[in-house]
């Protein structure tokens, strides 16, 4: 089954369009997670996550804007996130638009913005919460990654 199949669209979608298809699977993924409390928000908090316990995460966000392009440090981790990733066989995208992340997964328990550079989806019984959208994002990645796109970027639909 192709992406457009699951998506409803014909073949001769083109490929802006499937972006934004993806975009909508993604929000609906991460408002999913966060209602199941299946969301890891953080750089670090992923890599704890990562580390203790790796087949539980299902799903990976990157995020960053033009303020964090030249942060050295947060890119190392994103390439550290990226190899884990490759190596354990999690999908993982890249959105540009922090701020919309930040506001979908919500804030800290002060209130402040929580940091939405790095978000996971995970799953700890794999029998108790399935998502649609996981199934779509899924599709795009493979789809993606045979076209040599190995960190595909998706855009957030417009509120």
């Given at each position: 089954m192709t992406f457009e199949e699951v998506c409803g669209q014909d073949n001769g979608t083109n490929t802006s369009?499937?972006?934004?298809?993806?975009?909508?699977?993604?929000?609906e993924l991460l408002l999913s997670a966060k209602k199941n409390d299946?969301?890891?928000?953080?750089?670090?908090e992923s890599a704890k996550v990562m580390n203790v316990d790796p087949d539980s995460v299902a799903f990976c966000v990157l995020a960053t804007d033009e303020?964090?392009?030249?942060?050295?440090?947060l890119q190392i981790h994103f390439t550290l996130i990226q190899a884990f990733c490759f190596d354990n066989d999690i999908n993982i995208v890249r959105v540009s638009d922090i701020?919309?992340?930040?506001?979908?997964?919500?804030?800290?328990?002060?209130g402040e913005p929580k940091d939405a550079h790095c978000i996971l989806v995970t799953n700890p019984?794999?029998?108790?919460?399935?998502?649609?959208?996981?199934?779509?994002?899924?599709?795009f990645c493979e789809e993606r990654r045979g076209m040599y796109?190995?960190?595909?970027?998706?855009t957030l639909p417009e509120r």
């Amino acid at each position: 089954m192709t992406f457009e199949e699951v998506c409803g669209q014909d073949n001769g979608t083109n490929t802006s369009d499937r972006m934004c298809s993806a975009g909508s699977a993604l929000e609906e993924l991460l408002l999913s997670a966060k209602k199941n409390d299946c969301l890891t928000v953080g750089v670090y908090e992923s890599a704890k996550v990562m580390n203790v316990d790796p087949d539980s995460v299902a799903f990976c966000v990157l995020a960053t804007d033009e303020e964090y392009e030249c942060d050295i440090a947060l890119q190392i981790h994103f390439t550290l996130i990226q190899a884990f990733c490759f190596d354990n066989d999690i999908n993982i995208v890249r959105v540009s638009d922090i701020d919309r992340l930040a506001d979908i997964v919500g804030s800290d328990e002060t209130g402040e913005p929580k940091d939405a550079h790095c978000i996971l989806v995970t799953n700890p019984n794999l029998e108790s919460w399935k998502d649609p959208a996981l199934e779509k994002l899924s599709l795009f990645c493979e789809e993606r990654r045979g076209m040599y796109e190995w960190v595909p970027a998706i855009t957030l639909p417009e509120r």
